[in-house]
């Protein structure tokens, strides 16, 4: 997922990966809640919360690139 953010530099079409980064994202996080569940992660809450923000920021960039190819903002930390 990282390699895929990393490569919004300009290069490739932002939009394409944008979307890859959705449809990435959207395995990655099902598999991380079984992950970190079966580890006995201690706090669910902080795992949802930035899960949802990082999907809220795929959410906004995908709707701004389809409504007018303006590039992605970067991610909030």
Same mark, same amino acid.
């Given at each position: 997922?990282?390699?895929?953010v &990393? @490569? %919004?530099?300009?290069?490739?079409?932002a939009g394409r990966l944008v979307e890859k980064l959705a449809r990435?994202?959207?395995?990655q996080f099902q598999d991380a809640v079984v992950? %970190?569940?079966a580890?006995?992660?201690p706090d669910p809450a902080q795992r949802e919360f930035r899960h949802r923000a990082? @999907?809220?920021?795929?959410?906004? &960039? %995908?709707t701004a690139w389809r409504?007018?190819?303006k590039r992605p903002s970067r991610a909030a930390t």
């Amino acid at each position: 997922m990282l390699e895929l953010v &990393n @490569r %919004l530099d300009g290069k490739e079409p932002a939009g394409r990966l944008v979307e890859k980064l959705a449809r990435y994202a959207e395995i990655q996080f099902q598999d991380a809640v079984v992950w %970190l569940e079966a580890a006995g992660y201690p706090d669910p809450a902080q795992r949802e919360f930035r899960h949802r923000a990082f @999907r809220a920021w795929l959410d906004h &960039n %995908l709707t701004a690139w389809r409504s007018g190819g303006k590039r992605p903002s970067r991610a909030a930390t």
